[in-house]
């Protein structure tokens, strides 16, 4: 059984970078593509990207300018920062596995809350 | 970007009751929808994928249907255990665009 377990800091002041990592148990990070999924406080989900074992990415225009994803075949695990952060950006971060026919998501983490406040 | 919408945004319902949720695509998707469990502090859980396969694992009281912009998920006998909030997802585009949830709750 898959499992995805999400890492990082709770509080992140405005204007810093948001950091967290993904670490896969059960499975190998090889072979799949890996998203990052966000619901702000009582809202829905947003997707923010997806990357690949090799490194290649997909990201959301909406957030492309500030994510950068990265992936480590040796520690099984792949990674997001979010750049310059506002109270916007406040949400409960998910990740991922997007299963390996077509974009939807077969295993996820529970998520980590992440702040935005100074 | 294609948006989703789904309704209703929350509903209550009794044990045994049959469920309803639909999920309306804002452009034609084909059938690349998923369906999404949610619990409180839990991780999500795929229910549906390809508007109407059934994830492994899944009870086969969860069914979806649908195709082109319109789709739903339904649970013939709704148990204690489905209470949660339900997602759907389309995959036909970039960006991966989500529902805005319906929560189903105890009546």
């Known amino acids: 059984q898959v499992q995805l377990q999400e890492s990082g800091p709770g509080l992140v002041k405005p204007s810093e970078t948001l950091s967290l990592t993904c670490s896969v148990s059960g499975g190998s990070v090889s072979n799949y593509f890996w998203s990052w999924v966000r619901q702000p406080p009582g809202k829905g989900l947003e997707w923010i990207g997806f990357i690949y074992y090799t490194g290649s990415t997909n990201y959301n225009p909406s957030l492309k300018s500030r994510v950068t994803m990265s992936v480590d075949t040796s520690k099984n695990q792949f990674s997001l920062r979010l750049a310059s952060v506002t109270a916007a950006d406040t949400a409960l971060y998910h990740c991922?596995?997007?299963?390996?026919?077509?974009?939807?998501?077969?295993?996820w983490g529970q998520g980590t809350l992440v702040t935005v406040s100074s | 970007d294609i948006q989703m919408t789904q309704s209703p945004s929350s509903l209550s319902a009794s044990v045994g009751d049959r469920v309803t949720i639909t999920c309306r695509a804002s452009?034609?998707?084909?059938?690349?929808l998923a369906w999404y469990q949610q619990k409180p502090e839990k991780a999500p859980k795929s229910l549906i994928y390809?508007?109407?396969s059934l994830q492994s694992g899944v009870p086969s009281r969860f069914s979806g249907s649908g195709s082109g912009t319109d789709f739903t998920l339904t649970i013939s006998s709704l148990q204690p255990e489905d209470f949660a909030t339900y997602y759907c997802q389309q995959y036909h585009s970039y960006p991966l665009t989500f529902g805005g949830g319906t929560k189903v709750e105890i009546k």
């Open positions: 452009q034609g998707i084909s059938t690349w």
């Open positions: 991922a596995r997007r299963h390996y026919s077509s974009s939807w998501h077969d295993y």
């Open positions: 390809d508007a109407s």
